[in-house]
């Protein structure tokens, strides 16, 4: 069974073992709504750890305090964390984070989700 929930900034779900979080269009991420972000990903979790795919391709802006935080709360209860974009924007935020923040778990930058299911495979247990 997939369980699903979906925010003002994201659809979540869980498949195959892999957490999906999509951004929708045109999202600027603040403090304030990186924690709500957080706080919504953690309640679908239900305390269980999962590889994270999340499509920033939606994703306009960042903040400063955002990227910090998710930074370190941001890769709570993940196993490894695929970012897919194929937008320049996005594509420059997730390398910035990557490089400033080091999160505490595998990441990597894909260009498609087929990419991101390849590598996340990996960190699915049987």
Known sequence: ?????????????????????KYKDHVHIDLKKSIEIVSARLAL???????????????????????????????????????VTNRPVSGRISKMFVENYRPSVPVKICNSTEEAITFLKTFVDD
């Open 45 to 83: 979790q239900k305390g269980l750890e999962y590889p994270i795919l999340s499509d920033i391709t939606g994703v306009r802006e960042l903040s400063k305090d955002a990227r910090s935080y998710l930074a370190s709360e941001g890769s709570v209860l993940s196993k490894a964390v695929a970012f």
């Open 1 to 21: 069974m997939e369980e699903s929930m979906e925010n003002d900034y994201a659809n979540l779900w869980i498949k195959d073992g892999i957490l999906y979080f």
